[in-house]
């Protein structure tokens, strides 16, 4: 059964339409990427899979076990975030705070899971500096250990590269895909960059405030959109 479906789903705001026709399958496992120009829809979906809004039309539901909480977020940095007063290790464990529900503390197990991902994500040795003073690369390594430490089933990205230099964006779609391949961690991601999204996604949902394109990325690359979307970039 599928983690997430949406079946000819519509989403909007206050009546208007702002993406339609959504019809796919999330996998146990897979590595989707949703890709489209600006205004396309991407985050308006994103938002539907975390439930924090309805669609206009269709459904959207959960199978396979996966409940909302079980979902971890790196959501688009605003910055606000970026100036957050606080250590990176208290960002990383700030994580399980939709684990930790009403317990006023969290437990051993919360900061063993914290542990775990700042060695994974190689950032012990940023676990005291101030957040706000690391470089944007680092930030989002704090950002994507944070959203590890909420879920063992789907790890849902809108642009986690935005802003960073090509090195730093590279290292972190190696990263992220590394994650997806040895520990089978769902992966969802909003990209802009279509080159990345085909060499490290295994699905592409490519958005145009319609579905233009669902499927695996192998067959991606030979449909016509792809071929029209790929082909003009390599071009331009
Ligand atoms: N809160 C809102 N109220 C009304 N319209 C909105 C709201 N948020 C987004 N929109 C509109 O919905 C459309 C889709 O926006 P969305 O942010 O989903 O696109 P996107 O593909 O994520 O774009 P980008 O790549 O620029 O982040 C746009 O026309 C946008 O102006």
């Given at each position: 059964m599928a983690l997430i479906t949406c079946q000819n789903a519509a989403f909007g705001y206050e009546g208007n339409t702002?993406?339609?026709?959504l019809q796919f399958e999330v996998h146990s496992g897979d590595y989707l990427c949703v890709v489209g120009e600006n205004g396309s829809g991407k985050s308006t979906l994103i938002k539907g899979l975390l439930q924090l809004k309805a669609p206009q039309s269709g459904k959207v539901f959960m199978g396979?076990?996966?409940?909302?909480?079980?979902i971890g977020y790196l959501p688009q940095q605003t910055a606000a975030q970026k100036d957050f007063p606080a250590s990176a290790y208290e960002v990383v464990l700030s994580g399980r705070l939709g684990a930790r529900g009403i317990r006023p503390f969290y437990s051993p197990r919360d900061k063993a899971i914290a542990e775990e991902n700042i060695k994974r994500l190689d950032i012990s040795s940023l676990r005291?500096?101030?957040?706000?003073?690391?470089?944007g690369g680092q930030q989002q390594r704090v950002l994507l250990a944070r959203a590890l430490c909420a879920t063992k089933k789907v790890l849902l990205l809108d642009e986690?590269?935005?802003?960073?230099?090509p090195v730093v964006t590279q290292e972190l779609y190696r990263l992220i895909e590394s994650i997806n391949r040895e520990t089978g961690l769902t992966v969802i991601m909003v990209s802009h960059d279509l080159q990345s999204a085909v060499k490290y996604a295994s699905h592409i949902l490519h958005l145009?405030?319609?579905?233009?394109f669902f499927g695996k990325t192998s067959d991606y690359l030979i449909s016509k959109v792809g071929q029209i979307f790929i082909g003009g970039e390599r071009n331009a």
């Open positions: 702002v993406v339609s026709g396979d076990g996966l409940g909302l909480n079980e005291n500096r101030c957040y706000r003073e690391l470089s986690p590269v935005a802003g960073l230099d145009k405030n319609t579905q233009l």
